[in-house]
């Protein structure tokens, strides 16, 4: 059992329809079709929305995907149309809302690894493999890979676990060209970001994109290499063989599993409220990471 500690209530809007409240975004529809996406505040950890909010993580979150994206443009498209609030939109929504395409979505999570971590290192270390892809002997925590692999995930509802699935798999889900298409698009954009990122001193272990069709082209959507949907790792500290230190959600996941915390994971209660140092401790890493990256003061 997992989800929302408490769903809230969708906010309503005059002239737009709301279509879905998922773990971070809030959905709506405007009266031209189009979508309009709006990041909350709310952390997601281990298949739970917590109860917590992470001040600005939302800004962060549309501000850091909107910096991404154009510096990917000429690799891929997005979904992107504009920024402006819609008329009646309340003024908490500036700066966290974006006026989107409505894309015909691939229900697949599509992640690149660069480095052996999560997931794919428990998977590594039963198998030597991850999503099917056979590693070589020796790797450990946070060791990078040979090469950036492909290692899509199926795409869960909300309060249910995203599952690994071999290449082939996708390929018979969505077909061979578009499987073929999704591993050539991520690892693209995988690699620009990872060269972006190391010239500011930061490792881009992994990351997941979403991608939808906009007529006939493959466009990415969502947000894009945020602290949310990737793993980003000091370069100055990295050291394999241990957790690295990050600037992204990890610090929210490490105090639930600590006994500090008081939570059992394997159990079905809803993990507890964040101290504030820990929010404190959170927001901040979010800011770093965005002033890190983008060489901006953020406000």
Request: charged letters at 25%; glycine letters at 8%.
């Amino acid at each position: 059992m997992s989800g929302f500690v408490e769903k809230p209530e969708p906010l309503q809007v005059p002239g737009l329809v709301h279509l879905h409240t998922g773990k971070v975004r809030d959905l709506y529809q405007n009266e031209a079709g189009d979508l309009v996406m709006v990041a909350s505040d709310r952390m997601s950890a281990y298949d739970w929305v917590l109860p917590t909010e992470i001040p600005d993580k939302g800004r962060v979150l549309t501000q850091l995907s909107l910096w991404w994206f154009e510096r990917l443009e000429d690799l891929i498209g997005n979904h992107v149309i504009s920024t402006e609030l819609p008329p009646g939109a309340p003024a908490d929504w500036a700066g966290r809302t974006m006026v989107c395409k409505s894309l015909r979505m691939v229900p697949v999570e599509c992640v690149a690894r660069g480095y052996l971590t999560g997931s794919g290192l428990a998977e590594y270390r039963e198998s030597r493999t991850v999503c099917g892809l056979a590693l070589p002997e020796g790797l450990s925590d946070g060791s990078e890979l040979p090469a950036p692999i492909f290692t899509p995930a199926t795409k869960a509802a909300v309060g249910e676990h995203d599952e690994n699935v071999s290449y082939e798999e996708v390929a018979r889900q969505v077909g061979a060209e578009t499987a073929a298409h999704l591993r050539q698009s991520t690892l693209a954009v995988y690699s620009r970001a990872r060269d972006i990122a190391r010239d500011r001193g930061i490792i881009l272990a992994d990351t997941k994109f979403e991608f939808g069709f906009d007529g006939d082209a493959l466009v990415i959507a969502d947000e894009v290499l945020t602290p949310d949907s990737s793993r980003f790792w000091p370069a100055a500290s990295w050291q394999p063989g241990r957790a690295q230190p990050s600037y992204d959600k990890q610090y929210v996941r490490d105090w639930l599993t600590s006994p500090e915390s008081g939570w059992d994971r394997k159990s079905e209660q809803p993990p507890p409220a964040l101290p504030q140092e820990v929010v404190d401790a959170t927001r901040a890493k979010y800011v770093e990471a965005y002033e890190l990256l983008t060489g901006a003061t953020w406000s």
